[in-house]
């Protein structure tokens, strides 16, 4: 002690800081502990060294299984020893020792001893140890103890009593449940933290039973409940209750909640808010009920003590959020908190201002805002910036303002994301409000004058190139993107280059011009700017109009996704034939669940490329790809998700995707090998297709050799009339040659014996023709592609389980997407609308408006319309349903 | 202890000191299970706070869908953190407890050197000011009357015992020579 005191005087900073665990050590401490065996008990020096063992725990140490059980036997020593210090301490070790339950029994005599001693701290404090380490079994020994010392009369035995029956409500439920006499006693009680507790366990007894919680709280909301806490819980029993009855109460007075208003005139500030922040949470909250609450929270956002104003500004935020006109009277106080010192603050009041802020209130606000900006951190300027985007979205016409400034905080010093959340900004502002183009492509423009981040400069260059040369004048760019070419690093040159040239194909008054510009890029001292110079130059041709489909071919989208030209161009081997981007698929994939297994394993037969870590929507490519024999074939529509012929844990595991093209099916057999003894050899599946009479088997692809557990492919193709979707039930048998395995040198034999193994059936259906491609406005879609081509009938499906049922039926059955959610029907709607979309085999795009309605009791009628822009393919939709 | 239902609850209490190092602390929830997450934790949250003024009120911020009540005296920082639900200003009254208990216990020193002399005082303070999560006093001058009433110093001679410690002395060595 004497040490620390002079310590204290000392120049600090001189000297290590002094602590007196300071080189503490976990094994000497364990040492340390065999006091606790002395037949004469230290107690100070064991109350010392448990001081330590809890300082080891506090700071992460962790006792092994021996070491803690040793610890924890001696300490069980120290129940001999009166000291009423060190047996807090030893209270406080068991604890955190948790000892196993055959460990429990050494204490639990002394701690049942304890519980009924006369001092009351030994007693409060034996029920909590005691409750938190036992077990069931003991906790019946000691119920009779608890029972009484729940309605104890000394708060602190009473409330260790009911705390540790809220936690034992959790594991043993019936033996606390018996405590409710008493328990109800406690919450009359006049000590205020014991109310707390009873009210807190005496509703989690109840909790399951509504009634009996809504008769709680129908008495204790008349009756007189003195602590703060238990008040604070009262409340939230009551807005429970409120919302369970919620719909019972018609446009009459809510129940309950004069008594949530008469709490916000409480005196304990806890309760106020707790009460205010109940109402505002109140289901379908009217103003005149929400304006009490209101008031008391703008109360608190001048209070002197930053957590009642986080706390209210923080509800305050919320309630904007649904009812921003109830906020607007706090306006006033919320605008001195922009300047608040806690930072946390200040963004929830400019958000919340920015919610609730009317056309005439955002100049000022701005200016606030400013002053603002320069002193705060990078995360909660972003969180301004994005308020003030959608604010300016809800005041188009005050976008001059908010404009200026995002402008200027662009100019000033910022990070990255901080940077990019601007020019995201700016960039929606210049999409969506057309006055807001010119201004902003400047402000960009400016902006990347002194850019030091590569990333942006290319994305403004990029979205320049867009809506650069729609504006008026689009020449007054192009000296901010030929300045790039000259000061910038290669990556920005190049994209300044596809910049300038965009600039050239759309406005041709331009073009002569712009390509004296390229022509100095030929000289860059990087290939890339050179080579797309080049590529403009060559391209666009000189004073001729250009060409659209040049135009489209420069600067359209790729419709091939990335991935898989990748994977094509990866799978590529140089040859005389040319790479043809037509036939890298364009449809993603889903990855099915058969090739997850595989991936990572080796390949074998085929001779595939070996697998890297790509994900097996490419696998399929690869493979189709591989096989000469489907080059022919076109382009992949489409490939079914796995289908199981087999069922689970057999010998064999075999499933089949299906691969549709346009005159063509191939179906590939994935096949497992699950016994450690057999070799497969000459693997194929003998496919019979006298139930589909429109397919013709043209080919098919044995496996070579199919080893225990490594997956492998086979292949059989089928050709079908052109377009059309052909349907049929194939049957399947895999046949092969097993060959015996030695387990001890894992060698095959020689000589194998042929044998077959029965599949399940294989169906082509319909919905294998369409792909699931979903649009963005269902409506505008379907105004697009006209009626010309529209199909109209209707048909009843017959007695259904529900609405919800046959819906999903017919979705299933066309294979289509479900768009805006209307796949999912409203419990107890006797009709509905489902909207599909998707694209039919020849890339022909198809909309379906489905009317559902029930007719009688059960049977569901429905009216189905398509769309397309082929009328063959409109009534093979029709036909589909009619088979289906 | 996450169902607790309505019941507010307490996540963690921590003691750290000016550079954010464990005086002490006390996790009530799962929602940081290992030694390294309550570490991270903690270096996370002070250097959110280290540079605010937290001297003379309580100060409040939302950290990862917590919210963290914190104040600072000399070179110690006082933290409770609760779930992003729970009432603001009985967290701060948590607080304050724990506060104005070490203030006490401590004799007006409060500070690291002081604090780690007398850890056995802290953990007991805060042993009696949560239990489980569940809030089990507020009141500083009362948590530190649970902390000292049994800790008396056994060193110290009878006649500066108070009357009443006395008389509990010696009830409690009389009905341990019935018992035994």
Same mark, same amino acid.
């Given at each position: 002690?004497?040490?620390?005191?002079?310590?204290?005087?000392?120049?600090?900073?001189?000297?290590?800081?002094?602590?007196?665990?300071?080189?503490?050590?976990?094994?000497?401490?364990?040492?340390?502990?065999?006091?606790?065996? /002395?037949?004469?008990?230290?107690?100070?020096?064991?109350?010392?060294?448990?001081?330590?063992?809890?300082?080891?725990?506090?700071?992460?140490?962790?006792?092994?299984?021996?070491?803690?059980?040793?610890?924890?036997?001696?300490?069980?020593?120290?129940?001999?020893?009166?000291?009423?210090?060190?047996?807090?301490?030893?209270?406080?070790?068991?604890?955190?020792?948790?000892?196993?339950?055959?460990?429990?029994?050494?204490?639990?005599?002394?701690?049942?001893?304890?519980?009924?001693?006369?001092? /009351?701290?030994?007693?409060?404090?034996?029920?909590?140890?005691?409750?938190?380490?036992?077990?069931?079994?003991?906790?019946?020994?000691?119920?009779?103890?608890?029972?009484?010392?729940?309605?104890?009369?000394?708060?602190?035995?009473?409330?260790?009593?009911?705390?540790?029956?809220i936690h034992l409500l959790q594991t043993n439920p019936e033996i606390v449940k018996r405590w409710s006499n008493e328990v109800q006693e406690a919450v009359q009680s006049r000590a205020a933290l014991v109310q707390f507790h009873a009210l807190a366990l005496l509703h989690q007894i109840r909790q399951n039973d509504r009634l009996a919680v809504s008769k709680l709280v129908t008495s204790l909301t008349r009756g007189n409940v003195r602590s703060p806490l238990a008040q604070c819980l009262l409340i939230r029993y009551t807005s429970q209750v409120i919302?369970?009855?919620?719909?019972?109460?018609?446009?009459?007075?809510?129940?309950?909640?004069?008594?949530?208003?008469?709490?916000?005139r409480h005196k304990s500030e806890m309760v106020i808010f707790e009460a205010a922040k109940a109402i505002t949470d109140l289901n379908g909250v009217t103003s005149r009920e929400l304006t009490p609450a209101i008031t008391v929270l703008q109360l608190f956002l001048s209070s002197s003590k930053p957590v009642l104003r986080f706390a209210a500004v923080r509800t305050l935020n919320k309630v904007a959020m649904t009812h921003p006109m109830a906020v607007t009277n706090c306006n006033i106080d919320m605008?001195?908190?922009?300047?608040?010192?806690?930072?946390?603050?200040?963004?929830?009041?400019?958000?919340?201002?920015?919610?609730t802020g009317n056309e005439s209130s955002v100049d000022r606000l701005m200016k606030q805002i400013t002053n603002f900006m320069s002193d705060i951190?990078?995360?909660?300027?972003?969180?301004?910036?994005?308020?003030i985007r959608s604010l300016c979205l809800k005041f188009p016409l005050k976008y001059r303002s908010l404009m200026n400034f995002l402008s200027n905080i662009l100019r000033e010093e910022g990070g990255f994301d901080y940077k990019k959340a601007i020019v995201d900004s700016i960039v929606i502002l210049i999409r969506d409000i057309p006055d807001a183009k010119e201004s902003g492509l400047l402000h960009l423009c400016e902006f990347i004058e002194d850019c030091e981040f590569t990333y942006l400069s290319t994305q403004i260059l990029h979205f320049l190139g867009i809506e650069g040369p729609k504006t008026l004048d689009p020449s007054k760019y192009i000296r901010y993107i030929y300045n790039r070419v000259h000061l910038e690093n290669a990556t920005v040159r190049a994209s300044a280059v596809s910049t300038l040239a965009k600039f050239g194909a759309s406005v041709d008054a331009l073009k002569p011009r712009i390509f004296v510009l390229l022509r100095?890029?030929?000289?860059?001292?990087?290939?890339?700017?050179?080579?797309?110079?080049?590529?403009?130059?060559?391209?666009?041709?000189?004073?001729?109009?250009?060409?659209?489909?040049?135009?489209?071919?420069?600067?359209?989208?790729?419709?091939? *996704?990335?991935?898989?030209?990748?994977?094509?161009?990866?799978?590529?081997?140089?040859?005389?034939?040319?790479?043809?981007?037509?036939?890298?698929?364009?449809?993603?994939?889903?990855?099915?669940?058969?090739?997850?297994?595989?991936?990572?394993?080796?390949p074998t037969g085929l001779g595939a490329p070996p697998t890297g870590p790509a994900s097996t929507v490419d696998s399929y490519e690869r493979l189709l790809l591989s096989i000469p024999e489907f080059a022919n074939f076109g382009k992949l529509f489409k490939s079914s998700a796995a289908v199981e012929l087999t069922e689970a844990e057999t010998e064999y595991a075999v499933n089949v995707v299906k691969h549709i093209f346009d005159t063509h099916v191939v179906f590939q057999y994935n096949c497992i090998n699950t016994i450690p003894e057999q070799l497969l050899e000459d693997v194929i599946v003998i496919v019979d297709a006298s139930e589909a009479e429109e397919f013709s088997q043209v080919f098919s692809k044995p496996l070579r050799s199919l080893p225990y557990d490594s997956p492998g492919q086979t292949f059989v193709a089928f050709e079908k009339p052109d377009g059309s979707p052909a349907t049929g039930k194939f049957s399947n048998i895999l046949k092969?040659?097993?060959?015996?395995?030695? *387990?001890?040198?894992?060698?095959?034999?020689?000589?194998?014996?042929?044998?077959?193994?029965?599949?399940?059936?294989?169906?082509?259906?319909?919905?294998?023709?369409?792909?699931?491609?979903?649009?963005?406005?269902?409506?505008?879609?379907?105004?697009?592609?006209?009626?010309?081509?529209?199909?109209? /009938?209707?048909?009843?499906?017959?007695?259904?389980?529900?609405?919800?049922?046959?819906?999903?039926?017919?979705?299933?059955?066309l294979g289509m997407q479900p768009c805006e959610g209307t796949e999912v029907v409203p419990p107890n709607s006797r009709s509905h609308t489902c909207l599909l979309s998707g694209v039919f085999i020849g890339d022909v795009k198809v909309l379906v408006r489905l009317s559902f309605g029930l007719d009688g009791a059960k049977d569901v009628a429905m009216k189905l319309a398509v769309r397309s822009d082929d009328e063959t393919v409109s009534d093979a939709i029709h036909e589909i349903v009619a088979s289906g | 202890m996450a169902s607790n239902g309505l019941c507010p609850s307490i996540k963690n209490i921590l003691l750290l000191d000016s550079e954010g190092k464990r005086v002490a602390v006390k996790y009530y929830?799962?929602?940081?299970?290992?030694?390294?997450?309550?570490?991270?934790?903690?270096?996370?949250?002070?250097?959110?706070?280290?540079?605010?003024?937290?001297?003379?009120?309580?100060?409040i911020t939302l950290l990862e869908n917590n919210i963290i009540v914190y104040k600072f005296v000399q070179d110690l920082h006082f933290f409770v953190t609760g779930g992003d639900d729970e009432n603001e200003l009985i967290l701060a009254s948590v607080l304050q407890?724990?506060?104005?208990?070490?203030?006490?216990?401590?004799?007006?020193?409060?500070?690291?050197?002081?604090?780690?002399?007398?850890?056995?005082?802290?953990?007991?303070?805060?042993?009696?000011?949560?239990?489980?999560?569940?809030?089990?006093?507020?009141?500083?001058?009362?948590?530190?009357?649970?902390?000292?009433?049994h800790n008396m110093d056994a060193d110290a001679p009878l006649s500066e015992q108070t009357l009443t410690q006395a008389w509990a002395t010696a009830r409690d060595t009389f009905t341990r020579t019935l018992l035994t």
């Open positions: 002690m004497a040490q620390s005191y002079v310590k204290k005087d000392d120049d600090r900073d001189d000297e290590v800081e002094y602590s007196p665990f300071m080189g503490i050590e976990k094994g000497a401490v364990l040492q340390e502990a065999r006091v606790f065996n /002395d037949p004469q008990l230290d107690a100070r020096r064991c109350s010392q060294v448990i001081t330590k063992l809890l300082y080891l725990l506090n700071q992460g140490e962790t006792f092994t299984k021996v070491e803690a059980t040793e610890v924890f036997f001696s300490v069980t020593k120290l129940f001999q020893s009166r000291d009423l210090g060190l047996r807090r301490m030893v209270y406080l070790i068991i604890k955190e020792l948790s000892p196993s339950a055959d460990e429990v029994i050494i204490v639990t005599s002394s701690l049942m001893k304890d519980m009924n001693s006369k001092t /009351d701290m030994y007693r409060a404090n034996a029920i909590r140890v005691l409750c938190r380490i036992t077990d069931g079994t003991l906790l019946t020994q000691i119920e009779r103890y608890l029972k009484q010392a729940v309605v104890d009369k000394n708060p602190v035995v009473a409330s260790a009593a009911l705390v540790s029956g919302r369970e009855s919620g719909n019972n109460t018609q446009s009459g007075e809510r129940p309950f909640y004069d008594y949530l208003e008469s709490c916000l605008e001195s908190l922009i300047s608040d010192q806690n930072r946390s603050i200040a963004t929830l009041a400019i958000t919340t201002l920015l919610k951190a990078d995360e909660f300027k972003i969180v301004v910036v994005e308020a100095r890029c030929l000289f860059d001292s990087d290939d890339e700017v050179r080579d797309r110079a080049t590529l403009y130059l060559s391209t666009l041709g000189g004073d001729i109009e250009t060409d659209i489909d040049v135009r489209d071919f420069l600067f359209g989208s790729l419709d091939t *996704p990335l991935v898989n030209l990748e994977t094509s161009l990866k799978n590529y081997e140089p040859s005389e034939e040319a790479f043809d981007i037509n036939l890298v698929p364009k449809e993603v994939k889903s990855q099915p669940l058969a090739d997850k297994k595989a991936a990572g394993k080796k092969f040659i097993v060959k015996e395995v030695d *387990p001890t040198s894992g060698e095959a034999e020689d000589d194998g014996v042929e044998d077959e193994y029965q599949l399940e059936d294989l169906e082509v259906v319909a919905a294998d023709y369409i792909l699931k491609v979903p649009v963005s406005n269902f409506r505008n879609a379907w105004e697009s592609l006209g009626p010309d081509c529209e199909r109209v /009938d209707e048909y009843g499906l017959g007695p259904r389980e529900s609405l919800s049922e046959a819906v999903n039926t017919v979705i299933n059955l | 929830s799962d929602d940081w299970p290992t030694n390294s997450s309550k570490v991270a934790f903690e270096k996370f949250v002070f250097s959110k706070t280290v540079k605010t003024n937290a001297r003379t009120e309580a100060e407890g724990f506060f104005d208990a070490v203030t006490l216990l401590l004799r007006n020193n409060v500070d690291k050197s002081e604090a780690l002399e007398n850890l056995d005082l802290i953990l007991l303070c805060l042993d009696e000011i949560v239990d489980g999560g569940i809030i089990l006093e507020t009141n500083g001058p009362l948590i530190a009357e649970k902390v000292t009433s």
